[in-house]
């Protein structure tokens, strides 16, 4: 790896190789994260053009643990507000001797962008891009699923609410059927599938009950109602009457079905807070597992480095 801006390209084995080294950073009994020293004098800045709780800090902590000098850059405080350009500023961070931008940004190839233009010693990771990619989410929930279910052959595992715009589900789609899950479903109306879904390797269920049904993995995604325009924003009460994740509803999945949600959740639309804070409920840990899996894909980034400059010195030599 030199960069980790979205999954769909990726092998298996690079997908497995995040996996394993995120554990190797796992303290296996109490799930604590351990901190090494292998960023020692990397400098790390996030860019977040888009608020987020868990994403931010956990890359904060994931550089910590990983011994890195770490910048957060309040963007709303920032010079773009004189009218400075993304890549003027990008130049002046570079300029400060960064070595990775962890990158947020509302568009859809925003970050991409970023990767094309800045100066090929940064190592740039994507945190999420409008409604494209969100990697290290999707990492971090196979994670998770690999942790509670060890491994992914014979899994079916049912996403649940605002396909349309989450980056999350087309992340996870793409890394569930890379790591050889037996069955992705997406479960929602209509209104709320993209116009691809058809070619993103997913079945489509449109009621929640077929989509349940036997699953082992249930992943439900929150209403995105900041994108969308008020005249398309479906009613809550409705949303949760048909697609809300409720205990009852739940008992068609497989008995050991664990439930997931990337967060923020909003309780009582996609999801009840009977199942939120519930013995199915593996949400926290997911937060948890994210520090060691951001871990694992930063330090990847900075080894994959290493090894080109050592390549690179080796064939002029
Ligand atoms: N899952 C996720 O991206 O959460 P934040 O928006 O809080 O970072």
């Not at 996030?46 to 890195?68: D, I, M, V």
């Not at 992705?184 to 993209?194: I, M, N, Q, S």
């Not at 398309?232 to 409720?246: C, I, K, M, Q, V």
């Amino acid at each position: 790896l030199r960069n980790f801006l979205t999954i769909d390209a990726l092998p298996r084995s690079i997908l497995e190789e995040i996996l394993d080294t995120a554990a190797s950073f796992v303290d296996v009994g109490d799930r604590s994260i351990k901190k090494v020293p292998l960023l020692r004098g990397k400098t790390v800045i996030n860019l977040f053009f888009e608020p987020s709780t868990r994403t931010r800090t956990t890359f904060e902590l994931a550089a910590k643990r990983l011994s890195a000098d770490v910048l957060n850059m309040d963007i709303a405080r920032s010079s773009t507000s004189k009218g400075e350009t993304l890549m003027d500023m990008l130049r002046n961070l570079e300029a400060m001797s960064a070595d990775m931008f962890v990158v947020r940004h509302g568009d859809s190839g925003a970050v991409d962008y970023i990767a094309r233009h800045a100066t090929p010693e940064v190592a740039i990771i994507n945190a999420g891009d409008g409604r494209h990619a969100h990697p290290t989410q999707a990492m971090l929930d196979m994670y998770t699923i690999r942790h509670y279910k060890g491994g992914f052959a014979g899994l079916k595992v049912a996403i649940v609410g605002d396909i349309l715009h989450s980056r999350v589900a087309r992340s996870e789609i793409h890394a569930l059927n890379i790591l050889g899950a037996e069955e992705v479903r997406v479960v929602a109306p209509r209104t709320l599938l993209p116009a691809d879904i058809d070619s993103l390797g997913a079945k489509v269920f449109t009621r929640l009950e077929d989509g349940l049904r036997d699953a082992d993995v249930v992943i439900a995604l929150r209403l995105q109602k900041e994108r969308m325009s008020a005249a398309l924003l479906p009613s809550e009460s409705e949303f949760f009457r048909l697609y809300g994740l409720t205990n009852e509803r739940l008992a068609v999945a497989h008995p050991d079905a664990i439930v997931m949600h990337p967060g923020p959740i909003n309780r009582g639309v996609e999801i009840a807070s009977e199942v939120a804070d519930g013995p199915r409920a593996v949400i926290l840990h997911q937060v948890t597992f994210g520090i060691a899996v951001r871990m694992a894909v930063m330090s990847l980034c900075m080894s994959g480095r290493e090894t080109e400059r050592e390549a690179a010195h080796a064939a002029a030599r």
